[in-house]
């Protein structure tokens, strides 16, 4: 069992940056894969980015690429999405998500089955 709580959310402007965190409980979060998703109001959840069970290796929607950096610190079960050159179609509410092991580039909501509270994310113009 994980439980997962998101911090780091809030108001940016267009071109800014924001980090996310995402803490993790649990003795074996090494050993997780760790995903984050994004739902923008009247729209389904995807999928941003994910990240191996160890951190060596990443995977990133085509529409972050190049701005958003995923990485985690095992030591802390801590996982972190940096976003910078923020645009205000990256409004949303975001999900940290957890599956034991597992490909990260399986990017289906459904294969992950623990899940963060949410936190909001609001790029300005």
């Known amino acids: 069992q994980v439980q997962l709580v998101e911090s780091g959310g809030g108001l940016e402007q267009a071109g800014g940056s924001l980090r996310l965190s995402c803490a993790a409980s649990?003795?074996?979060?090494?050993?997780?894969?760790m995903g984050w998703f994004r739902q923008a109001p009247g729209k389904e959840r995807e999928f941003v980015a994910a990240?191996?069970?160890?951190?060596?290796?990443?995977y990133y929607t085509d529409s972050v690429k190049g701005r958003f950096t995923f990485s985690r610190d095992n030591a802390k079960n801590t996982v972190y999405l940096q976003m910078n050159s923020l645009k205000p179609e990256d409004t949303a509410v975001y999900y940290c998500?957890?599956?034991?092991?597992?490909?990260?580039?399986?990017?289906?909501?459904?294969?992950?089955?623990?899940w963060g509270q949410g936190t909001q994310v609001t790029v300005s113009s």
């Open positions: 998500a957890a599956r034991f092991s597992g490909s990260i580039y399986n990017l289906d909501p459904q294969a992950y089955p623990y």
């Open positions: 990240i191996s069970a160890g951190g060596a290796s990443t």
């Open positions: 649990g003795r074996t979060f090494s050993s997780y894969t």
